[in-house]
């Protein structure tokens, strides 16, 4: 059986002996069934990740020995953000979910003119901390040893006000001026990638996003849905600059 890689938010240090939080517990003695002294990785989100074993546990929470410390390279040399106009509840968690697993740095869900799903504050913060859960669990599946932020939603002229020192500013338009494998390497490694919901952006929102410098940018000659365009142009980026280059 595959070693579980379980995620914890509490900083961890070879010989601690930490109690895992519920849910992860539930995970590891109920789902799993594991048994005291069964191999785990653990790891905080800082960047390090950790060989564990179970010591003890009841049905409600794992007790778990750190037992080494390891080296694990699984992070991008690239900052991806990932603007992502918000669409329906499946296709915004795929996108969020392989996003994660294509190294994207962070994830701020916009509101556009064309998003159908509609968020009052109390729904916004419920979506946020359910995209956060998904973050989590992509991570613990892929290998990476940092959490991606899954930020609140902001709304399209709030997310093009904020400041960036992104190199690159890349809004994903099947009518973009260039292509995105034209590009130069960016000098900071920082790339800002907009994409749109279903049905794209609008025409005054590609005019609002070019005004506030950034460049539209074609990813082929096919016209790719939301929870594709992203995912390619990230695919695209890491081959191009990142870790799926084969250096």
């Known amino acids: ?13 070879v010989r601690d002996s930490v109690t895992l939080e519920r849910a992860a ?16 990785v653990l790891f905080d989100g800082s960047g ?11 049905n409600r929470r794992a007790r778990i020995l750190v037992t080494a410390e390891r080296t694990h390279h699984s992070e991008s040399p690239l900052r991806i953000s990932l603007a992502q106009g918000i669409s329906r509840s499946e296709r915004m968690d795929y996108t969020l979910q392989k996003a994660v697993e294509l190294g994207v740095a962070e994830i701020v869900p916009v509101v556009t003119e064309r998003s159908v799903v509609r968020l009052n504050a109390e729904h916004a913060q419920r979506k ?7 973050v989590i669990s992509a991570c613990e599946q892929s290998g990476r ?11 399209y002229t709030d997310f093009l006000s904020q400041p960036t020192d992104a190199a690159h500013k890349l809004l994903l338009d099947p009518e973009g001026s260039q292509a995105l494998t034209t590009l130069g ?17 609008s025409e005054a929102e590609k005019a609002q996003a070019l005004a506030t410098g950034y460049t539209g940018v074609r990813l082929g000659p096919r016209i790719l849905r939301t929870e594709t365009a992203a995912l390619a142009a990230l695919s695209l980026l890491q081959g191009l600059w990142g870790d799926l280059a084969g250096d």
Request: glycine share 8%; aromatic share 6%.
């Open 1 to 13: 059986m595959r070693i579980p890689r379980i995620y914890t938010p509490q900083p961890l240090a």
């Open 25 to 40: 517990s539930q995970h590891l003695l109920t789902v799993l069934r594991l048994k005291p002294g069964a191999s785990l």
């Open 48 to 58: 390090r990740e950790f060989e564990a074993r179970l010591d003890a546990g009841d």
């Open 128 to 134: 946020r901390e359910h995209w956060q859960r998904l």
């Open 145 to 155: 040893v940092r959490i991606p932020p899954a930020h609140a939603p902001l709304s």
């Open 185 to 201: 390497r960016p000098v900071n490694g920082w790339i800002q990638l907009l994409a749109g919901p279903e049905g794209g952006l």
